[in-house]
């Protein structure tokens, strides 16, 4: 069972969230916020798997809520949802530990399958957010810091596969991505998945092109 705990200002948004996620057997709705002045204690309280974070609410807004988890409570997944695509909130939150970026338009279907990636270690990212992330960076001369079967993965990872999928890809097992991931985060210094498909990004810039992406 994965738990959700989900930070919004509109107690309208508060009210679809638990419905939806009511209606998945593996997925248990276990509360809400309408900002993040309680976070910590929350988090505590409700020791959600994965917390489904607004950017923009009064008081404390998410990127500081965002902070505050991966900070005391590391293992908690953080998938943002906000109504448009802002980069520069975009590159704060994947840069201080974000699992994912979806927006509020996303289709139900999107959104639970979002929740899953991101607690089975994937990383979740709007199609159009992407983009806005490969737009935000230059490319740098690093590819060479990663081996070929390690940027393969992070390749599959990138296009929104999950741990399990890439693993199948590869005809690999799920413990063997996951030691491919653990090495990528030691030689590029990072500590979450959404900042290693950042330098993906910025540093693969025609992977976008190769897909058909514009």
């Known amino acids: 069972m994965i738990r ?3 930070y ?3 107690s309208e948004r508060l009210t679809s969230l638990k419905a939806l996620i009511s209606l998945s057997d593996h997925l ?3 509360g809400n916020a309408e900002n993040c002045v309680n976070v910590l204690a ?3 309280e409700y020791t959600p798997d994965v917390v489904l974070m607004d950017i923009n609410m009064p008081i404390s807004n998410g990127i500081e809520g965002l902070k505050l988890i991966k900070s005391h409570f590391p293992h908690i997944k953080v998938l943002i949802q906000t109504a448009y695509d802002d980069s520069e909130k975009i590159f704060t939150s994947i840069s201080n530990g974000a699992s994912g970026y979806i927006l ?3 289709n139900p279907k999107r959104i639970l399958q979002a929740i899953e990636e991101v607690n089975e270690g994937g990383a ?3 199609p159009a957010i992407a983009k806005r992330v490969l737009e935000y960076f230059m490319p740098t001369r690093e590819t060479e810091i990663l081996t070929p079967k390690e940027k393969e ?3 599959f990872l990138a296009d929104g596969l999950s741990y399990k999928m890439t693993a199948d890809k590869l005809g690999v097992s799920y413990s063997t991505v996951n030691s491919h991931i653990k090495h990528i985060y030691e030689k590029l210094h990072i500590s979450s998945l959404g900042e290693a498909i950042s330098w993906f ?3 693969n810039p025609s992977h976008w092109t190769d897909n058909g992406q514009k």
């Open 104 to 106: 509020k338009s996303d």
């Open 201 to 203: 990004y910025k540093n």
């Open 124 to 126: 979740s990212m709007n």
């Open 28 to 30: 248990e709705y276990v």
């Open 4 to 6: 959700i705990f989900a």
């Open 8 to 10: 919004d200002d509109s």
């Open 153 to 155: 993965v992070l390749k």
């Open 42 to 44: 929350e988090m505590q």
